[in-house]
């Protein structure tokens, strides 16, 4: 089974910061990764999703993450942050077969950004 | 386009008693899986179901329990509850089991 480890437990941020956040996962085989994100009070949403071709994926709000196989890495990033990104963000992993046909998660990262 | 829902939105249990938590998928989708969030985790997978059949399940005893229903809906039992079992419960609907998730609101279930 593949298991998701993410670095960071807390990230605090100024306004206009850059970000990124790493993520490993462990699996040997074919892939889906994705990052979620949990904004206060909200329920999980999708920031977005690696399934093949260019490895530099583009999500929403100005997010993206680049997938590098050799390092099994996804790590997310962001330029420029604003307050409200404050949130929880969920790095996680797919497999394709057998038993890791299953959405495993890390344990998130708490981003709070300061005004 | 209705969104996954799930019921109730909070719910109160003591130890030993028996609780059933519902899920309805988003429209369209046949996959629906479940999810035990602990204060200050990820959500953990549960089990999830493909067309009414059990087609993958984590780490958890057999006294977590699951259905599937013809429309997509879904139910998670739990029999014999711990005081572990207080979390954050999320149901997500896809359209297979590799693809995008979507999560509902989720149950909050506290166990005294």
């Known amino acids: 089974a593949q298991s998701v480890s993410q670095h960071n437990h807390h990230v605090i941020l100024s306004e206009a910061a850059s970000l990124e956040l790493g993520c490993n996962y462990s699996?040997?085989?074919?892939?889906?990764l994705f990052w979620y994100v949990q904004y206060p009070g909200q329920h999980l949403q999708l920031l977005l999703k690696?399934?093949?071709?260019?490895?530099l994926v583009k999500g929403i709000k100005g997010f993206e993450a680049e997938f590098i196989k050799s390092k099994f890495s996804f790590n997310l990033r962001k330029p420029s942050v604003q307050w409200s990104d404050t949130a929880e963000y969920f790095c996680?992993?797919?497999?394709?077969?057998?038993?890791?046909?299953?959405?495993?998660f890390g344990s998130g990262t708490q981003l709070t950004v300061l005004p | 386009e209705t969104g996954v829902t799930q019921s109730p939105t909070h719910l109160i249990k003591t130890r030993g008693q028996q609780v059933t938590l519902r899920c309805s998928s988003q429209?369209?989708?046949?996959?629906v899986s479940w999810y035990q969030q602990a204060l200050g985790q990820g959500p953990q997978f549960i089990f999830q179901?493909?067309?009414?059949?059990?087609?993958g399940r984590g780490n958890f005893p057999p006294r977590f329990s699951g259905l599937q229903f013809p429309n997509y809906s879904s139910e998670l039992n739990v029999n014999a509850l711990e005081l572990d079992d207080s979390a954050l419960y999320l149901c997500?609907?896809?359209?297979?089991?590799?693809?995008?998730?979507?999560f509902g609101p989720g149950t909050r279930l506290t166990v005294l």
């Open positions: 699996y040997g085989g074919t892939v889906n």
């Open positions: 179901y493909y067309r009414e059949e059990e087609n």
């Open positions: 429209s369209g989708h046949n996959t």
């Open positions: 690696y399934f093949s071709g260019d490895p």
């Open positions: 996680a992993v797919n497999g394709h077969s057998g038993s890791a046909r299953q959405l495993t």
């Open positions: 997500a609907s896809s359209l297979d089991s590799a693809g995008v998730r979507f």
